[in-house]
């Protein structure tokens, strides 16, 4: 356990770029070899590579958000283990219960918690449908986040690291276990059921996750979580759906136009708030596009 704090510690900046890296190839490999959703054959027009540029784009911008910012995050920690602040400096605990604690504190308050908000408040919300208007759901989408839904992501990870007073080598490994297992549960695969079940006990998996992005309430304003899956069984959010069912999108920007564009995705917080249509009937869906 000492070298693992050690080595989050001090993790050169290189290395978190290859969690990044390394974690979009390896399960773009395996969405490729064994994919949920035959995205070619369903949609003619869907060319994996394209709908990845539109992804790795505002995977781009949210690096630069949070490298511009991360300056906050070590002083907001270092201030917070200095003055004997939040919840981890008030328990005296081994490494390893910290680095339990602390992760579930920190995915309960710097993403669960911001995630169901932003599904509640509307301004936030006009941010946050980006990362919901992807109809091809892969990998990729995991960082598919406008640059203000970032800035909004990274204030409430700050807060988190008050709320827990964690030490910045547990800053890193959560984030580099949320890049990670966000990357993991989009990706478009689905687990054998065993697998679910076992894996579904400790962390939040492709099948859980895929729910939240079907295209329609109340659907949508379910499955919140990111690393752990018990936030949601604890406030009633979880909901279980069959992968063949699910239609991703969202329901008020359907048309490939509104959410193929990287200028209007850009846009779309300063458009007018448009309220959820709901279900489309089976024409309706033959003729979205």
């Known amino acids: ?12 900046s290189l290395h978190r770029s290859l969690i990044l890296v390394g974690g979009i190839t390896i399960f ?6 064994v994919p949920l959703f035959q995205f070619s054959q369903t949609a003619p027009g869907y ?29 907001t920690s270092d201030w917070a283990v ?22 579930m504190a920190l995915d309960l308050v710097g993403a669960w918690l911001p995630h169901w908000i932003q599904h509640k408040v509307k301004f936030l919300w006009r941010f946050h449908l980006i990362h919901h208007t992807d109809t091809y759901v892969d990998t990729t989408t995991a960082n598919r986040h406008h640059p203000g839904e970032s800035v909004i992501r990274f204030a409430f990870t700050t807060l988190a690291i008050l709320v827990t ?34 894996l579904g006990l400790i962390i ?26 018990y936030w949601d069984r604890l406030f009633g959010t979880f909901h279980k759906m069959e992968g063949k069912d699910i239609q991703y999108g969202i329901d008020t920007h359907l048309k ?3 959410h193929s564009r990287i ?24 003729f979205q596009s």
């Open 82 to 103: 200095e003055h004997h602040v939040g919840l981890l400096q008030w328990l005296v605990l081994p490494h390893w219960a910290e680095a339990l604690v602390g992760l």
């Open 263 to 286: 200028g209007n995705l850009l846009a779309i917080p300063f458009q007018k708030y448009r309220p959820p249509v709901g279900e489309l009937t089976p024409r309706e869906k033959e």
């Open 204 to 229: 939040v998996t492709p099948n859980m996750h895929h729910v939240h992005h079907h295209y329609v309430l109340p659907v949508t304003n379910t499955n919140y979580g990111n690393i752990f899956p």
């Open 165 to 198: 007073g964690a030490p910045m080598w547990l800053v890193f490994l959560y984030q580099a276990l949320s890049v990670l297992l966000s990357q993991f549960n989009h990706a478009n695969i689905e687990l054998p059921r065993w697998a679910d079940r076992l």
């Open 28 to 33: 773009w490999l395996i969405e490729s070899a």
């Open 47 to 75: 060319r994996k590579v394209a709908h990845a540029g539109i992804n790795i784009f505002f995977t781009v911008t949210t690096i630069l958000v949070n490298f511009c910012l991360a300056f906050l995050l070590l002083r």
């Open 1 to 12: 356990m000492e070298r693992l704090v050690d080595y989050f510690e001090h993790i050169p």
């Open 256 to 258: 490939p136009r509104e």
